[in-house]
């Protein structure tokens, strides 16, 4: 039996890094996003992809491969779902949390190899290229100490009134999950609006996540990019406590216990 030709992800040219994306609506349906191929991973193509709601997501010794799912994992910063457990955790002030104090060291952190073998697409490339974009005030990193030991943290990309979360990592019970409570709690009160979460995760569900097909996750890209960023460096010099105070409760986890 004859199959029908595979169509193929957009090749983007190499050494212009101006290039347009083609339209999101093209992205493959098998792999689930694969919208383009190729590129650089320099500062102009970075920003250029997140204003379109497109990332980057490659393994060791693949070509660099250019993402936008449908649909699309969303957190609101005001829909926070936090555990009884959580909150009492977070009243004993166990961790200390800053903003951009050390975004190299987060990034390593993400880049390690997870119990579940997961880490390793974090290729030094990308590593290069995410420091680059935090010089450039626009990625941005929460760190998770205790004590003076960094324990966990997240970092990501920040657009107009968007935050595309990249990763997380954890060292120590409950690290990732504070980093995420004071990241909700500073972009509300700065005026952001959604934060990406690329992909589905049932650990996303329980915390509020939703999923939000890509011609509105598109729109609300489109509509929030041109807001006023948060300019420069995040880090106030402070060493923040949060307390969710903001957050909802998480009824699921309320019940059980």
Not at 22 to 33: C, K, Q, S, Y
Not at 214 to 233: A, D, I, M, N, T
Request: net charge negative; with cysteine.
């Amino acid at each position: 039996m004859n199959r029908p030709p595979t169509r193929l992800p957009y090749l983007l040219p190499a050494h212009d890094p101006a290039a347009r994306f083609p339209d999101v609506r093209e992205a493959l349906t098998e792999p689930d996003g694969l919208l383009a191929i190729g590129g650089d991973l320099g500062v102009p193509r970075l920003i250029n992809a997140y204003r379109h709601g497109i990332f980057p997501w490659f393994s060791e010794g693949d070509p660099i491969l250019w993402w936008c799912p449908d649909p699309r994992t969303v957190l609101r910063p005001d829909g926070l779902r936090i555990s009884r457990s959580l909150r009492k955790f977070l009243r004993r002030r166990a961790y200390g949390v800053t903003l951009d104090r050390d975004f190299p060291a987060v990034i390593r952190g993400c880049s390690e190899p997870r119990a579940d073998g997961d880490g390793t697409w974090l290729v030094p490339e990308m590593i290069d290229a995410y420091i680059a974009l935090h010089a450039e005030g626009v990625a941005h990193s929460v760190e998770i100490w205790r004590d003076d030991a960094l324990v966990g943290g997240l970092y990501g990309v920040a657009i107009g009134g968007v935050f595309f979360g990249e990763s997380m990592f954890s060292h120590a019970d409950n690290a990732s999950k504070v980093a995420l409570v004071h990241l909700c709690e500073r972009l509300g009160a700065w005026g952001f609006e959604l934060i990406d979460c690329q992909v589905l995760s049932g650990h996303l569900l329980r915390l509020g996540a939703e999923q939000m097909p890509r011609e509105q996750f598109s729109r609300r890209v489109v509509e929030l990019r041109e807001r006023p960023p948060q300019p420069g460096s995040w880090d106030d010099g402070r060493i923040a406590f949060p307390e969710a105070s903001g957050a909802h409760p998480s009824a699921e986890t309320e019940h059980a216990r």
